[in-house]
């Protein structure tokens, strides 16, 4: 028993170790974004409040609960310093939240505001900045939490559990992961977005609606269907959503506008369709499914065995 807990206190003392030489080290990268744009930019009013405000979000809060949180770990009272910081976790979500308009502001001011523009390029070139842009620097708090999750779970499990601080280690433990999803749904959220917006984009004319709310992306890629009547087998390009799958055809490469673009053939609702494999079953070349609708049966043909499989899993998914 003493051997484990001399154990547990080394690692537990290397991780201590590292957490606080990592948050002087973030404070450092948050300080020069503070020190050289936030605090010049307010002085010289370059950018309007509500502009810095959008561009900057809560990093001066940010920076103060995480210059609190060192200061009570290199006193080495943990406890204090991880009640103290919960109560500022959910500014990270916010951060999150509000980073994709903060990028849009930040290139707008760039390229429509010549005095920023020029400011903001001094301030790079400063030694400090060791060729990084501000746009480097941003994403640094989200980078950070995900770094909280893996140090707070590091010290909670080398904390003997009958301990005061393991309590308030495994109630920090859940916050982070809490906001470490909240955030991650965030990014989820908004790479779907730009996935169905990118599918929209590519199929020509707006009568296949793909913009809907609740709308999931999974996959797409070519296929071969398999005609009920002895015709020859059409190469076709199936994207796959939560709810419904989009079969497609290339437009006629000469055509004037949509030369680059799909044309919508079907759209097949998943709600009353079943899955199955036809044959792909072994380790042979390709493989066959078989979607059945209600009032039609799709068969999907490929002649590559892990496509086939891949499609087979994807597919059973959304269905279910």
């Known amino acids: 028993v003493e051997d484990q807990r001399a154990r547990w206190e080394r690692k537990r003392s290397r991780t201590a170790k590292e957490l606080l030489e990592t948050e002087h080290k973030y404070?450092?990268?948050?300080?020069?974004?503070?020190?050289?744009?936030?605090?010049?930019?307010?002085?010289?009013?370059?950018?309007?409040?509500?502009?810095?405000?959008?561009?900057?979000?809560?990093?001066?809060?940010?920076y103060s609960a995480s210059h609190v949180l060192s200061f009570y770990l290199e006193k080495g009272n943990l406890g204090p310093g991880l009640e103290n910081f919960c109560q500022s976790l959910d500014l990270y979500g916010h951060y999150a939240e509000n980073l994709e308009q903060a990028n849009k502001t930040l290139k707008e001011q760039v390229r429509k505001n010549k005095s920023f523009r020029r400011f903001k390029k001094l301030q790079e070139t400063r030694p400090q900045f060791q060729g990084r842009e501000l746009e480097d620097l941003l994403p640094l708090p989200l980078q950070r939490l995900h770094q909280y999750k893996h140090f707070f779970r590091d010290l909670l499990e080398n904390t003997s559990p009958d301990t005061a601080e393991y309590q308030k280690l495994a109630k920090t433990v859940k916050s982070v992961c809490e906001v470490s999803h909240w955030v991650q749904d965030i990014f989820d959220k908004r790479e779907n977005s730009l996935q169905l917006l990118r599918v929209q984009k590519v199929l020509k004319g707006q009568k296949t609606q793909v913009l809907t709310p609740g709308r999931w992306y999974i996959r797409e890629g070519w296929l071969l269907v398999v005609p009920s009547k002895g015709e020859e087998l059409k190469r076709r390009m199936f994207f796959l959503f939560s709810d419904i799958l989009i079969a497609a055809k290339p437009c006629h490469p000469l055509h004037l506008l949509n030369s680059n673009k799909l044309s919508c053939q079907a759209v097949y609702a998943l709600q009353q369709c079943s899955v199955d494999k036809v044959f792909g079953h072994t380790w042979s070349q390709g493989g066959l499914l078989s979607l059945s609708f209600p009032h039609k049966t799709l068969l999907l043909m490929s002649s590559n065995q892990q496509e086939i499989n891949d499609w087979y899993q994807s597919l059973t998914v959304a269905v279910r």
Do not use: C, H, M, R
């Open 27 to 62: 404070l450092e990268q948050l300080d020069l974004v503070l020190t050289y744009f936030v605090t010049i930019l307010k002085a010289k009013g370059t950018l309007k409040p509500a502009v810095l405000e959008t561009i900057f979000g809560p990093l001066e809060s940010l």
